[in-house]
Every structure is written in structure tokens, then in C-alpha cells.
């Protein structure tokens, strides 16, 4: 079972700059997933199998004070900030970044904001077919699209937890040597089809509620009953008998 007092969290933003180089595999945690991941094994493998999870909520960096949980980040690290870092450092030294993921539309927008803000960084995208499921061939293709640019960071922006299952189950087939993030909502943030609550609402740790009010009829039921069965979720692992930790991410 997915625990937050087990899982090994991020700790601050300033820890993203200690993420180790390499192929390393960074996912996001917020109380929706949380949720998801105690409903869906392999969502749940997936997070757990990952090399670096980031607390993106101020819910659970709450619950895992609550819960006297092993790792009690700081402070929230929203999938916003893990981009903002690595794109950064990347056009510090100037290299390629790949966004697998969205419509062409938005990669178009991402391709020509990057240019401005990121001139060191070779951009290449790619766009999936939008289905529920994809077929042997799509996922080929999306591989042997991220193996033939060899990036030095890749993005991966499908939407929670479909990027998550789809990066665990493929990750050996990945012929890459950099950071991958799956970031689902950012790819739409930078490319500005989505915006983002004013800063002090993210201080806050109000975003969902400035989501919840942009897009009520997406969004209502993940932040209304989704919000109400995190709470109780973290009730009832407060009353399980804690497990001995598993080796959810690199230490």
C-alpha cells in the first residue's frame, strides 16, 4: 500500500540542485495522486519506483507532519519549480531538452517561449496520439523519438498517472542520460493555455483553489470530494500500524 509516512520526499527547493546527474526519474506527489495511487497498484509501483519524489502540495507536506511521516519536507515543490531549476541550469551549460506529450499546438507555444527565455537550450518535441490507452506502435514511436534526440532533460507532460505508468513501464527502454520529470500541468503553464494562481495564492498553498474556480467543471470533483477523501485516507493511515520503509526513491 502507498504510504506517505514511508515514501521518501524531496525536501525544499534548494534540494533540487542536489539531485545527482544522470538518468534519473523525477515524479510529483499531491493529494490527488496520493489518492489515485491507493486505488491503482501500478500507479502507486510507479511513484515507488521512481528515483526522486516531489512534494507538490501543501497538503502533503502538512500530512507528513501530521503523521510524523519519515521525510517532512519544508516546503512545497511544485512541479513549476523542478522545471524552472532544470531548465535553468541546462541553458546555464547549453544542451537539449525533449518534451514527449500535449497537443502541437501547445508545443508550439512551448518551442517559441523557450527560444526567449532559454536561447541555450535546443528544443525538440513530440506529440502522442490523444487516447486513453496507447497502442505497441505509439509507444515505439514515442520512444525511438526520445532515443533518437538523446536529450539532456526530458519532460514528460501526459496528464497524472498516465505519464507516471507510462515513463515506470518504458524507463528501460530509454536510452537517455539526463533528468526526466513528468510535470502533466506545466507543459500547459509555460506554454500559457493555463494559467497559473497569483503568486501569493501559491504562498499560500491555495492553487487548487484558483484552479477549482478557472476550471470548476474539470475540476470540482478532484478538488472538492478529492480534498475531502485525502483527509480521509490520511486518517486511516494514521491508524494503521506503521510498515517498515520501503526503497521508494534514491536517498
Known amino acids: 500500500m502507498f504510504s506517505i509516512r514511508t515514501v521518501k520526499l524531496l525536501e525544499s527547493r534548494d534540494a533540487l540542485r542536489e539531485i545527482p546527474p544522470g538518468k534519473v526519474l523525477i515524479n510529483t506527489l499531491n493529494a490527488h495522486s496520493y489518492n489515485m495511487a491507493l486505488k491503482d ?3 502507486a509501483e510507479a511513484l515507488a519506483g521512481g528515483d526522486v519524489l516531489v512534494p507538490d502540495g501543501m497538503s502533503i507536506v502538512k500530512a507528513c507532519r501530521w503523521l510524523k511521516a519519515r521525510s517532512r519536507p519544508r516546503e512545497r515543490v511544485a512541479g513549476w519549480d523542478l522545471f524552472v531549476e ?5 541553458n546555464a551549460r547549453g544542451g537539449k531538452c525533449f518534451f514527449l506529450g500535449s497537443s ?3 508545443l508550439g507555444k512551448i518551442r517559441e517561449r523557450a527560444a526567449r527565455d532559454y536561447p541555450a537550450i535546443e528544443v525538440e518535441t513530440y506529440s502522442p496520439p490523444f487516447k486513453r490507452e496507447f497502442s505497441p506502435e505509439d509507444d515505439r514511436a514515442m520512444i525511438d523519438a526520445v532515443n533518437a534526440a538523446d536529450p539532456d532533460l526530458l519532460w514528460i507532460g501526459m496528464t497524472a498517472p498516465k505519464q507516471e505508468k507510462w515513463a515506470y513501464s518504458h524507463w528501460d527502454q530509454l536510452d537517455i542520460h539526463c533528468h526526466c520529470g513528468t510535470i502533466g500541468a506545466v507543459f500547459d503553464f509555460y506554454a500559457g493555455t493555463v494559467r497559473r494562481a497569483p503568486l501569493w495564492m501559491q504562498k499560500a498553498g491555495l492553487e487548487w483553489l484558483y484552479r477549482l474556480a478557472t476550471e470548476p ?9 478529492g480534498n475531502a477523501a485525502f483527509i480521509l485516507n490520511c486518517i486511516r493511515e494514521a491508524a494503521t500500524r506503521p510498515r517498515q520503509p520501503d526503497n521508494l526513491c534514491s536517498e
Open 41 to 43: 497498484g501500478a500507479f
Open 86 to 90: 532544470e531548465m535553468a541550469a541546462l
Open 104 to 106: 502541437e499546438d501547445v
Open 217 to 225: 467543471r474539470r475540476l470540482w470533483r478532484r478538488y472538492t470530494a
